[in-house]
């Protein structure tokens, strides 16, 4: 059997803490930010958690 392959797209998006949450960048904070608060940007800035029902199938493609 070959081992199996991690999802590129996937190691580059999604990280495992210590304590095993999947963190996840949030959407928004990539262009056009001229026209966004500050309060907003600051906001975006902080990792979210990927939702409950995502994990499992994030978890297979980082191959945890």
Known sequence: ???MKTHSG???RFK?????????RKQNRNHILEKKS???KRSL???G???A????????MLGL
């Open 49 to 51: 958690q990927v939702s």
């Open 38 to 40: 500050s309060k907003l």
């Open 16 to 24: 495992k803490t210590g304590t095993g949450k999947l963190m996840r």
């Open 45 to 47: 800035a902080v990792e």
């Open 1 to 3: 059997m070959p081992k």
């Open 53 to 60: 029902a995502d994990r499992p199938r994030i978890n297979k």
């Open 10 to 12: 996937a190691k580059k």
